[in-house]
């Protein structure tokens, strides 16, 4: 089985290009909705609490992820942090579920982080998810009802397009002008062995 991993900046269009690849039969896992989950394990909200403190606690006693993010996206030390407490984890999880899909041609594992945090080494194949800057901006705008700071800092805390499609094997370029299925059918065909 080949791993294939999927990257690309806030708002390129990753979760896109992920269901179109579930829709032709592609097992996908989801590292950030993994990594989502992992706050109501007792274990991590304990990890996590104890490092950021417990104004990131709700009335519930449940991780405010709103708080938790206005936090670390402000400072990349914290986000690192952050990401040492929960990545570990979320590649256990991964290992599971690969063994899970182990006869499939290849699977995708969606990331925005893979470069970040040196993980590339464990994909034999890093696809990159590309749209201009621009346009990455209008699309989390319009999708997570926050403002354009702490949009624009969220950006900030990630590699240039330029670096990750420089370090990847594909590219799937999503802006207004490509065709995006076209692109990802070809890839499909590449690796599925399907024609």
């Known amino acids: 089985m080949l791993k294939l991993g999927l990257t690309g900046n806030i708002g390129s269009g990753k979760s896109t290009v992920s269901r179109i690849f579930e ?3 592609v097992p996908v896992f989801y590292a950030d909705t993994q ?3 992992l706050y109501s394990n007792n274990e991590v909200k304990k990890l996590v609490v104890s ?3 417990g104004e990131i606690l709700t009335k519930l ?3 405010d992820l709103k708080i938790l993010a206005q936090i670390v996206f402000k400072d990349k030390s914290k ?3 952050l990401t040492d407490i929960l990545h570990p984890m979320v590649f256990r999880k991964y290992d599971i ?3 899970n899909h182990y006869s499939e041609p290849f699977t995708i594992h969606e990331s925005a982080i893979i470069f970040e945090y040196t993980q590339q080494r464990h994909f034999d194949k890093i696809i990159c998810v590309t749209a201009p800057y621009e ?3 209008k699309r989390v705008l319009n999708r997570d009802c926050i403002d354009e700071d702490t949009v624009k800092s969220r950006m900030g805390n990630q590699l240039g397009e330029h670096i990750k499609v420089s370090k990847s094997d594909l590219i799937i370029p999503n802006d207004e002008d490509s065709f995006l299925i076209p692109r990802v059918i070809d ?6 062995g399907k024609q």
């Open 23 to 25: 829709t032709l039969g």
């Open 97 to 99: 579920w690969l063994k």
């Open 61 to 63: 006693n449940e991780i």
């Open 135 to 137: 346009l990455r901006l």
């Open 35 to 37: 990594a989502k989950k």
């Open 79 to 81: 986000l690192g942090a």
């Open 51 to 53: 490092r950021f403190g």
């Open 187 to 192: 890839i499909y065909r590449k690796y599925s």
